[in-house]
């Protein structure tokens, strides 16, 4: 029923900027629309949530100020800002969607994309 496919990453310098967008192919109602990230050797971990009912945006401390998330219902897609890059930003970065609201437990995410790369050089 849902399909999440990202695109953007890369490799960027520490400092630098770059923008990841998750293009999602949906048949059904989507509410939360969220961006989670997996360094080697560590646990997944939530990074920014879009809910479309009532447009509220949520984001993990150490990201917040830096990054921006954004949701163009329109197109069904996705996007993560990040500003201020650093070494520690590193990971596969994974688009996830819900039906419910907002969650930062990866278990309570029903959709999942492949990942995009991220790579911070310092």
């Known amino acids: 029923q849902v399909q999440l496919v990202e695109s953007g990453g890369g490799l960027v310098q520490a400092g630098g900027s770059l923008r990841v967008s998750c293009a999602a192919n949906v048949r059904t109602f989507i509410n939360t629309m969220a961006w989670f990230r997996q360094a080697p050797g560590k646990e997944r971990e939530f990074v920014a949530a879009h809910s479309r009912i009532g447009g509220s945006k949520t984001y993990a401390d150490s990201v917040k100020d830096r990054f921006t998330i954004s949701r163009d219902n329109a197109k069904n897609t996705l996007y993560l800002q990040m500003n201020s890059l650093n070494p520690e930003d590193t990971a596969v970065y994974y688009c996830?969607?819900?039906?419910?609201?907002?969650?930062?437990?990866?278990?309570?995410?029903?959709?999942w994309g492949q990942g995009t790369q991220v790579t911070v050089s310092s």
């Open positions: 996830a969607a819900r039906h419910s609201g907002t969650s930062y437990s990866p278990q309570n995410y029903d959709y």
